[in-house]
């Protein structure tokens, strides 16, 4: 079963960054990383684990955060990858 949490973040070069875990069974499966300018969502980084990839988990992620901020625009963020964090530590 999928569940998705938000956990707190500290703030990134873009502001206060948000960021959503999605686990599987209570195993860490994914995340996401935005931020919310006004009313812009800022898409900063999208990571699931290879294992789970190809079951919708990237598109639930982002199906979240529209859904916690439906009045919100998303816009992908450009910048250099950053190391994948989905068990909290960075």
Do not use: N
């Amino acid at each position: 079963m999928l569940t998705i949490c938000e956990v707190p973040c500290l703030p990134g070069p873009s502001g206060q960054e948000s960021r959503l875990l999605a686990h599987i069974g209570g195993v860490p499966a994914g995340a996401i990383d935005f931020s919310i300018s006004g009313e812009a969502i800022q898409l900063h980084a999208v990571y699931v684990k290879p294992q789970f990839r190809g079951q919708g988990i990237g598109k639930a992620l982002v199906q979240s955060v529209q859904r916690r901020h439906p009045s919100c625009t998303m816009h992908p963020h450009a910048s250099k990858p950053k190391t994948p964090c989905v068990s909290g530590e960075r």
